[in-house]
């Protein structure tokens, strides 16, 4: 079975994506998989890298060195100077965080295609991208969301109002990023008109939402196999700050991904496990998802609320940590996402033909008028 793996990007969490797409080919059974690394630059071309397991060759300003691929229908076009080279694509593995590559455009380019792939699909995926939207629609299927205020450029002085009407401190995100690239925390207008400017920078459009002052952060993630929803077990990341920041998640100890200390699995009280475990598997089966997907909540340690804060449809290290204690290793999570992306592309395959073109092209002028109007 030929499965490309596709990672890196243009989004400001391309490196995170290259450690992620790294460890993903580490844990795909090579004695079941032919695999195709397939690397996207910065600039959006693709290649097949040569030693695509190898940090190393992702580091500098040029893309790593190998043939460039473009995908066709159902296959991986490697061009070797005046040659062409075309593999049946069987699956892609999706490791592509934030961007195009997270916000359904390249879930989008691969349906065209004709290839599965093991991510959510272009709804949920542009969805969950964008913080204003997802919580409108978190909210909707019942969710308990922190109220936020969506600011466009040129709009300080309605953010500075919303702040001082919802009360200090604030947090401030841009609208679609992850990876906590862009957020800060702000105790007052100078603050925060501070952090807007940086938020600015990585989106045109931001959130600003009342930041909790004492509370407690739980990961949860869920997985489709044959139709059922897999529930991981909850996760506490540990760290003293106000939030975990870009440097917390992947930089801190050495550079080792998820380097943050954690308590797995988390001590919380079974009330708020249920409500925890039950709201992802709702998103999760009312949004259609497959793969493995991360739903961040927020806990208000003074009131007892919980908040769905965020879920990630493409989750740093595909969340194969979260599934440890379920007996589901890395290997048997990259199994089960392929064959739940395969099950869906058969039935996505499916079309539906008609005699439309055949009568409007030899019928009579009056058995064949179609108009906008009536279609």
């Known amino acids: 079975m030929n499965i490309a793996v596709i990672y890196g990007g243009t989004s400001c969490e391309r490196d995170v994506s290259v450690i992620t797409g790294i460890q993903a080919m580490g844990m795909l059974d090579r004695f079941k998989y032919e695999i195709y690394p397939v690397h996207i630059g910065e600039n959006g071309d693709m290649r097949l890298p040569m030693n695509a397991q190898s940090v190393r060759s992702y580091i500098g300003e040029h893309a790593p060195a190998g043939a460039p691929v473009h995908f066709e229908k159902n296959e991986l076009c490697v061009r070797k100077g005046l040659k062409r080279k075309r593999i049946h694509i069987d699956c892609a593995l999706l490791c592509t965080h934030g961007g195009v590559g997270e916000n359904g455009a390249l879930q989008g380019f691969l349906e065209m295609c004709g290839i599965p792939y093991t991510s959510p699909g272009v709804e949920p995926s542009a969805i969950c991208m964008n913080k204003i939207t997802s919580k409108n629609v978190f909210l909707g299927l019942g969710a308990n969301v922190l ?6 450029k ?4 309605e953010a500075v109002e919303y702040a001082k009407k919802c009360g200090y401190p604030v947090i401030v995100k841009p609208a679609r990023q992850g990876s906590s690239i862009g957020i800060d925390v702000a105790n007052n207008a100078e603050e925060l008109l501070a952090a807007m400017s940086v938020a600015f920078e990585f989106d045109d459009v931001i959130v600003i939402e009342r930041a909790l002052r004492d509370f407690t952060e739980i990961n949860c993630a869920c997985v489709k196999s044959r139709g059922e929803i897999i529930i991981s077990s909850l996760e506490r990341p540990v760290c003293w700050k106000e ?3 870009f440097e917390d998640k992947y930089l801190s100890k050495g550079g080792k991904i998820r380097a943050s200390s954690r308590e797995f699995p988390a001590k919380i009280s079974s ?9 992802s598997a709702a998103v999760y089966s009312e949004l259609n998802m497959k793969g493995a997907v991360r739903f961040d909540y927020l806990i208000d340690n003074e009131s007892g609320a919980v908040y769905l804060n965020e879920a990630n449809t493409i989750p740093g290290s595909l969340a194969s940590y979260l599934f440890t204690d379920k007996g589901i290793d890395g290997s048997r999570l990259m199994d089960i996402m392929i064959e739940e992306a395969m099950a869906e592309g058969v039935a996505r395959g499916k079309t539906f033909s008609s005699d439309i073109l055949k009568a409007y092209g030899t019928g009579s002028a009056n058995a064949c008028k179609i108009s906008a109007r009536n279609i």
């Open 271 to 279: 009330d708020k496990e249920k409500y925890i475990k039950s709201t």
């Open 243 to 245: 939030f975990l920041t």
């Open 154 to 157: 040129e709009g300080e002085e």
């Open 147 to 152: 109220p936020a205020a969506k600011v466009v």
